[in-house]
């Protein structure tokens, strides 16, 4: 497990130079308000849109995931903790006013980008003075 990327995973560097190349900016990392260690992959703060690339084996993708039958007893807990665990922080940031969007490492970038993009130009405040 230690060799497995935290941060800066390929979709994650995939979609952040899409959401750069369309003049989005963004924080990488921002520590979720409210929960130790846990943090936002991408985050527009004006907007309070949080950003999830999750990956296939480690958060339970639907069309995915997979169960490694060595020591299955230990790992179907801790892959069904890090589930509990997302679902607990996204319920905790839409309580808070953000807008959480989860994507799985497999969608194409152009299209979560897209849909980031979307998102955060529907949900931005309008500019001050106009």
């Known amino acids: 497990m230690s060799r497995q990327r935290r941060k800066d995973t390929e979709i994650e560097l995939a979609v952040r130079k899409q ?12 520590p979720v308000p409210g929960m130790r260690r846990r943090t936002i992959d991408v985050a527009f703060t004006r907007a309070k849109v949080a950003v999830f690339l999750d ?7 639907p069309e995915h995931a997979t169960r490694p039958k060595a020591n299955s007893g230990w790992w179907a807990e ?11 922080t996204s ?4 309580e808070a006013g953000w807008v959480v969007l989860r994507f799985w490492e497999h969608q194409p970038a152009e299209s979560v980008a897209a849909e ?9 405040p309008p500019a001050p003075g106009g």
């Open 19 to 30: 959401l750069h190349a369309a003049g989005l900016r963004y924080r990488v990392g921002l």
């Open 55 to 61: 990956g296939c084996f480690w958060h339970g993708c």
């Open 78 to 88: 801790k892959l069904d903790r890090n589930i509990a665990r997302d679902t607990e």
């Open 91 to 94: 319920q905790h940031l839409e």
């Open 116 to 124: 980031i993009a979307s998102a955060v130009s529907r949900d931005r």
